[in-house]
């Protein structure tokens, strides 16, 4: 009886400790975060921006319910992101969740906010049907309104919602100018480079023609693809910019290819002169990577004509970064027609930073040549590794001020074109330039989360013997400590029998 009474108390203790830690949960939200990618810690950045907020920030997500596991976590990971933003805040962020698929009228509304289904794969019965779900939210500060049209597993969630705050928070962007002028790519034909800086920047076309120009009110110039030559005097105001204090990213082509002639030339614009007397080369060659994007080929065989997909060296795939934070999180960045670059400066008060090589297998052709597109490449073709592609200078390039330059011996990666001929750029494309521009410009620390996402890790990349030892090891592990547990408690009754029977035992 005395047994079953303390059996009792037992278990109403249990129940009581976690009563109270649900109660406490309710009011109080902490987690510890153990991943390599701190993807559930808040970033300084996201810090600063909260502890400045004057008004009520509202997020409204419309989320669908009852979806598939890894969108149901997408879901708990929003809100438990929005109660760590609520509890920094002090309750300067405020949240509701909204089931957009309860009824029709919901669903109106949430389309009326500009957020729109998408179709997700749900398996039923061993059958795969399609559903209509909504993974969206709206920020809204005062009078101003941000949408998040949709929220993506894995993606940077946190720079989602951190810079939808600040770009309705910041009463002055910054400014950035692309200079045109001289064969430049527009602004319209970098659509989502033009997206994306939009969020922190008023970006503006500059032409160094005007002599009213005032280039100090920039933050950063930005110069891409210039296919023209440019006047001595113009470099003299790039120098005057740098000078006082002024900072360049710069995407340029050393050489061109012709895929109408498939011919492969040098491209002289005086830029390459510019950067020389810095102290940076960027050479007159095509760099060739085993490590490369891919062509269509048209082939004939019995009067038939059929496209195949053959690699093409000269399109670089670029995957070796250095570490800092204009490259931080990039994976894969595809160019076209990328040069070496070398710096030769020996100006003590100048650093060149590497941030971009080609791979371990690459290799130089100098032009004139002719693209050979069904070539077949050897391994000696590719005597070379780790050619830079991008880089950093930094110091004081003009004057006694510091400044920086990011060049990077490709024009064309941040470019969709325009009409029929747009496409769709590779996020880390864009990301390229866009965290050059931010690093140069902004002092938030934004850049740190556009490519802050959840590394997976999927077990289907694994060899077939590493997959068999987690499969098991996972499956082995619980039995293993339950017996090991057993063995340990045995052992422990066992020794402790043995003492009461021992004559000495009191």
């Not at 987690?31 to 921006?49: G, Y």
């Not at 009213?212 to 120098?239: A, C, G, M």
Request: glycine fraction near 6%.
């Amino acid at each position: 009886m005395k047994r079953g009474k303390s059996i009792f108390t037992y278990l109403l203790l249990i129940a009581g400790v976690i009563v109270l830690v649900n109660i406490l949960s309710e009011r109080f939200f902490l987690r510890l975060d153990f991943t390599s990618d701190k993807r559930f810690t808040l970033s300084k950045a996201t810090k600063d921006i909260l502890n400045t907020l004057h008004q009520t920030v509202t997020v409204t997500a419309y989320m669908s319910e009852e979806l598939p596991s890894n969108f149901s976590q997408l879901r708990r990971d929003f809100k438990e992101e929005l109660i760590e933003y609520a509890n920094r805040s002090k309750g300067k962020v405020m949240y509701e969740f909204i089931n957009p698929n309860k009824d029709e009228a919901t669903e109106q509304k949430t389309m009326q906010e500009g957020i729109n289904p998408v179709l997700i794969n749900v398996r039923e019965k061993d059958q795969v049907k399609q559903q209509k779900a909504y993974l969206g939210a709206v920020v809204q500060y005062g009078d101003k309104r941000e949408v998040i049209p949709l929220i993506q597993p894995g993606a940077a969630m946190e720079y989602s919602l951190s810079s939808s705050i600040k770009k309705m928070t910041v009463e002055n962007k910054p400014r950035i100018g692309f200079i045109e002028g001289h064969g430049e790519i527009s602004l319209n034909s970098m659509m989502q480079v033009m997206q994306s800086l939009s969020v922190l920047y008023d970006v503006e076309p500059v032409n160094l023609k005007d002599s009213s120009l005032n280039l100090s009110k920039y933050k950063t110039l930005v110069i891409v693809h210039p296919k023209d030559s440019i006047l001595r005097v113009y470099f003299q105001k790039l120098d005057e910019y740098l000078a006082a204090g002024g900072n360049i990213y710069i995407a340029m082509n050393r050489v061109t290819g012709n895929f109408q002639t498939a011919a492969g030339s040098v491209v002289n614009t005086g830029l390459e002169t510019w950067l020389e007397q810095k102290g940076l080369r960027v050479n007159p060659n095509f760099i060739v990577d085993q490590s490369c994007g891919s062509v269509m080929l048209n082939q004939q065989q019995g009067g038939m004509t059929f496209q195949t997909q053959i690699n093409f060296p000269y399109l670089p795939m670029i995957t070796n970064f250095a570490k800092h934070p204009v490259t931080k999180g990039l994976t894969s960045v595809l160019l076209q027609f990328a040069s070496s670059i070398e710096y030769a400066g020996r100006n003590n008060e100048v650093t060149f930073t590497p941030l971009a090589t080609s791979s371990d297998k690459s290799g130089t052709e100098n032009p004139p040549l002719y693209f050979n597109v069904s070539r077949n490449w050897q391994q000696s073709d590719f005597p070379l590794s780790k050619l830079t592609v991008a880089g950093l200078l930094s110091g004081k390039l003009v004057g006694s001020t510091t400044s920086r330059i990011i060049v990077v011996s490709n024009g064309d990666f941040p470019v969709n074109g325009e009409g029929r001929e747009a496409r769709q750029l590779p996020p880390d494309n864009v990301n390229f330039l866009v965290n050059g521009v931010d690093w140069l410009s902004d002092a938030t620390g934004l850049i740190e989360l556009r490519t802050k996402e959840v590394s997976s890790r999927p077990l289907d990349q694994l060899q077939d013997g590493t997959k068999a030892t987690l499969k098991y090891l996972n499956f082995l592990i619980p039995f293993i400590l339950i017996v090991l547990f057993g063995i340990f408690r045995w052992q422990y009754r066992r020794n402790l029998r043995m003492k009461r029977m021992n004559e000495n035992y009191i």
